[in-house]
């Protein structure tokens, strides 16, 4: 009795590859080989194919696989692929296809020629998954990392005007440290709020309470305005400006008093020229204030850095009882 041959692979029957086919989770087409127009026909649609396209078998058999295709489909990837199966070679890639409801998903295709005896082409197999979620986890990290490059890039620079400016408006080398540790840390400060959003931004009570919170004993402090959201290029130079306003009004303001107090007040304001956020830093009851005999970089960054970055338009009023500053800064359209 003649032994089956041990090398010779063992072939399931149709059946099996059928019900195989059948349960996959991968969408599968099974098409006539003619390329041009109106080919090629759907002959075979698995379910896990209806389950992503919202089509059931009889919706398609018979028809092309373009009835997918919809205005967001990319025109090069399809003559990418044409080109390959022209040539009877396989082609993977991906695309934009719409379901029967109309709403757009992001396709990637395996597409393989099922050849004849003679080595004829006679039908194309597609295997295909959504991976709509993937695409646009992947978007957004590319996203984020450009994002990432631009902040770290506008953080260096920032860095390097806050070294130069402090060095000119210190007096003493524990004046430079203690000035300089404390605005780098007020930079950590912001850029942590900005990170843990994930739309990259940082809101204005977010980064005035990083600020004032751990001095508002007593009552001191009063803190009145609606939530606005500051996309990055615009957070950074304005939590500058709260720490230099912070900083100044502990060591010189209203805070340095026992009995001083800090009102901040900030509202959106509509203008033609669009919206804008108001906000007024007010002090009171504090040690009499004298204008300042030389211009300090608190005073330097909010009438040119904090205008130059952010287009605010600053106005600084040296009351008797305490510092008030105005400021006026337009908002991105998209702005909160």
């Known amino acids: 009795m003649q032994q089956p041959d041990e090398t010779e692979p063992v072939r399931p029957d149709l059946d099996v590859l059928f019900a195989a086919v059948e349960a996959t989770g991968e969408a599968v087409l099974i098409t006539s080989a003619e390329l041009n127009e109106p080919g090629p026909r759907i002959e075979y649609a698995n379910p896990a194919f209806t389950r992503m396209t919202g089509y059931a078998p009889r919706e398609v058999l018979g028809r092309s696989p373009r009835?997918?295709?919809?205005?967001?489909?990319?025109?090069?990837?399809?003559d990418r692929m044409r080109a390959a199966l022209a040539v009877g070679e396989p082609f993977q890639g991906e695309a934009v296809n719409y379901r029967k409801d109309g709403s757009a998903y992001v396709v990637e295709w395996l597409i393989t020629p099922l050849r004849d005896a003679e080595g004829r082409i006679v039908r194309w197999v597609s295997a295909q998954r959504d991976i709509t979620e993937?695409?646009?986890?992947?978007?957004?990290?590319?996203l984020m990392v450009r994002e990432l490059h631009h902040r770290v890039k506008n953080t260096l620079a920032t860095v390097q005007a806050v070294l130069n400016a402090t060095v000119r408006s210190s007096l003493t080398i524990p004046e430079f440290t203690r000035a300089l540790s404390g605005r780098i840390a007020s930079l950590?400060?912001?850029?942590?709020?900005?990170?843990?959003?994930?739309?990259?931004?940082?809101?204005?009570?977010?980064?005035l309470r990083a600020e004032l919170d751990p001095y508002g004993e007593r009552g001191r402090l009063t803190l009145e305005g609606p939530r606005v959201v500051l996309p990055s290029e615009i957070a950074v130079p304005v939590g500058m400006a709260l720490h230099e306003l912070t900083t100044n009004c502990l060591r010189h303001g209203s805070l340095a008093d026992p009995n001083g107090?800090?009102?901040?007040?900030?509202?959106?304001?509509?203008?033609?020229?669009?919206?804008?956020?108001?906000?007024?830093?007010?002090?009171?009851?504090?040690?009499?204030?004298?204008?300042?005999?030389?211009?300090?970089?608190?005073?330097?960054?909010?009438?040119?850095?904090?205008?130059?970055?952010?287009?605010?338009?600053?106005a600084v009023d040296f009351a008797q009882d305490g510092l008030r500053v105005s400021v006026r800064m337009p908002l991105p359209a998209t702005g909160a």
Do not use: C, M
């Not at 509202?267 to 906000?279: K, M, N």
């Open 261 to 314: 107090r800090l009102q901040v007040t900030w509202w959106i304001e509509e203008g033609p020229p669009g919206r804008s956020l108001r906000w007024d830093w007010a002090e009171h009851d504090g040690p009499p204030v004298g204008h300042p005999t030389r211009e300090g970089f608190g005073h330097r960054l909010l009438n040119k850095v904090l205008a130059t970055q952010t287009g605010a338009e600053v």
């Open 188 to 207: 950590a400060r912001t850029h942590a709020l900005i990170t843990e959003d994930i739309a990259q931004a940082a809101s204005f009570d977010g980064l």
């Open 67 to 78: 009835l997918l295709q919809g205005p967001g489909t990319e025109r090069a990837v399809l």
């Open 134 to 142: 993937r695409r646009a986890y992947e978007d957004r990290q590319a």
